[in-house]
């Protein structure tokens, strides 16, 4: 397990990410991976575990509603110096190892329409379906059907989106089904695009809130830079 202390306050903004602007309401946090007490990555709830630890205990709301209620999301980021948890937040984490690196940072309007924006986000992407016996049940999509689900997510905050790559982790699980020791498992689609700010307010509602369900086990943080 890393060693824990406070992280640095930095002003260096994560790889790959600008600031969206506005008043100062998040935080950014970046933790190298080989930090985190995680011994098998393809528990998506150990991960969970992990990330929640590195905030205080006195987070507010029952303990299923800390996360959300403190509007934590977070991403795994394969980067040139290796692979590292990005976690947003609207507290600091007060848990994290020494080397991590901690920013607030702008989460307001002050992108206007028009601005042309490059983005990331990873996502659980699933259809609605009904099952034989009546209930519904939540599918994973085909690859070559999420770029259409994300269009429909992102319709309204951002347009003329085009999806430059994308790139799909299945956790849990292999061809022969579920891993041993392990209660379910979860597809991941990791996209990189481009787009035009189309209605502010709703952009900044996606990138505080998340894009798509399992925010919980590393889904749905979506960061937002202006193509300069």
């Known amino acids: 397990m890393g060693e824990r202390a406070s992280g640095t306050l930095t002003t260096d903004h994560p790889q790959g990410v600008r600031d969206v602007g506005g008043d100062p309401l998040m935080f950014w946090t970046q933790v190298p991976a080989g930090l985190l007490d995680i011994p098998d990555w393809d528990d998506q709830r150990a991960l969970h575990r992990a990330v929640m630890a590195l905030f205080p205990a006195s987070l507010p709301g029952a303990e299923q509603e800390r996360r959300a209620a403190s509007k934590i999301l977070f991403r795994v980021d394969e980067t040139a110096t290796g692979r590292v948890i990005l976690i947003q937040s609207l507290v600091a984490p007060t848990n994290a190892p020494s080397s991590s690196k901690i920013k607030p940072v702008h989460c307001g309007t002050a992108m206007t329409t028009g601005i042309p924006v490059r983005f990331r986000v990873a996502v659980n992407a699933v259809m609605r379906c009904r099952r034989p016996d009546g209930k519904h049940r939540d599918a994973p999509l085909r690859e070559d059907q999420?770029?259409?689900?994300?269009?429909?997510?992102?319709?309204?905050?951002?347009?003329?989106?085009?999806?430059?790559?994308?790139?799909?982790?299945v956790y849990g699980a292999d061809r022969k089904g579920l891993k041993k020791g392990l209660l379910t498992a979860l597809q991941v689609d990791t996209i990189d695009g481009v787009g035009m700010v189309d209605d502010p307010e709703r952009l900044l509602n996606l990138v505080v809130d998340g894009v798509g369900r399992a925010k919980a086990y590393g889904c749905g943080l979506l960061t937002v830079s202006p193509i300069r």
């Open 146 to 169: 999420v770029d259409g689900w994300l269009l429909g997510k992102l319709a309204g905050a951002l347009t003329n989106v085009t999806v430059l790559n994308s790139t799909r982790s």
